[in-house]
């Protein structure tokens, strides 16, 4: 070894390799190599401070706190229970809702088309003023 003094040796027991560019765990505050670095290959038992993960609703997509100690499955089906704002009828809401006033014409759009000249909705197959007999001109734009 021509520069012991640099870097530390590996926390791990099974390790205690000389690493020069040694990594200290966030959870536990020891210093390992890289191969030992994560919370499960150092069996840290702080890994609990760090690894906290927050379950979310499944119908609502809210994010549900859980104490220390709490099952996340029971607070999750307590959340479902009690305080869910989950709307059945918000998912079966209609998108095609603007109906063409073209009569006979029974197409509905995603978004309102509105025609320049005489202000209702058609749908695309009737937006422009000579597809719907526009009364809104008397003359037509275009001799198309």
């Not at 809210?62 to 704002?85: F, L, M, N, R, S």
């Not at 059945?88 to 006979?104: D, E, R, S, V, Y």
């Not at 058609?122 to 719907?132: A, I, N, S, V």
Request: proline letters at 8%.
């Amino acid at each position: 070894m021509e520069l012991p003094w640099l870097g530390e040796h590996c926390s791990e027991r099974s390790c205690k390799q000389l690493d020069f560019l040694p990594l200290k765990c966030d959870a536990c505050g020891e210093v390992f190599c890289k191969d030992h670095i994560r919370y499960d290959d150092h069996k840290c038992s702080s890994a609990y401070k760090k690894n906290v993960q927050v379950p979310v609703c499944p119908l609502c997509s809210t994010p549900i706190p859980v104490q220390k100690g709490e099952i996340p499955d029971i607070v999750v089906g307590a959340h479902i229970d009690k305080d869910c704002k989950y709307n059945p009828a918000q998912q079966k809401q209609k998108i095609f809702t603007n109906k063409c006033l073209k009569p006979g014409c029974k197409r509905k759009e995603m978004m309102k088309v509105v025609c320049e000249q005489c202000g209702g909705n058609f749908c695309l197959k009737h937006r422009h003023p000579l597809d719907h007999d526009c009364p809104g001109s008397s003359q037509p734009i275009s001799k198309a």
